[in-house]
Nanobody
Framework: QVQLVESGGGLVQAGGSLRLSCVAS????????MGWFRQAPGKEREIVAA????????YYADSVKGRFTISRDNAKNTVYLQMNSLKPEDTAVYYC??????????????????WGKGTQVTVSS
């Protein structure tokens, strides 16, 4: 079992930055691939970024490439999402997720086994 707790969301103006954190419980965090997802009102949950257990592989949705960076610190059981140049369309609830198998791309929201409760990110124009 893995329990995930996100933090770092908030209200920011367009062009600003936020850094999301996700802390995982358990001693096997380093075995898990991690993903960040988001869900805006009326839309389906979508993958934003993913990172393999070692950090050697990363994935970004086209909409966030060049603006967001996913990273992890296995010693701290934490995965991060640095979000720069935020846009109003980035407004959503952001979730982190964990799975033993690295998954990236459309459809991965159905593959990750463990989820946090989410943190709200609101970008004002």
């Amino acid at each position: 079992q893995v329990q995930l707790v996100e933090s770092g969301g908030g209200l920011v103006q367009a062009g600003g930055s936020l850094r999301l954190s996700c802390v995982a419980s358990g001693r096997t965090f380093s075995r898990y691939a991690m993903g960040w997802f988001r869900q805006a009102p009326g839309k389906e949950r979508e993958i934003v970024a993913a990172i393999s257990w070692s950090g050697g592989r990363t994935y970004y949705a086209d909409s966030v490439k060049g603006r967001f960076t996913i990273s992890r610190d296995n010693a701290k059981n934490t995965v991060y999402l640095q979000m720069n140049s935020l846009k109003p369309e980035d407004t959503a609830v952001y979730y982190c997720a964990a799975d033993l198998v690295y998954c990236s791309g459309y459809g991965c929201q159905n593959e990750y086994d463990y989820w946090g409760k989410g943190t709200q990110v609101t970008v004002s124009s």
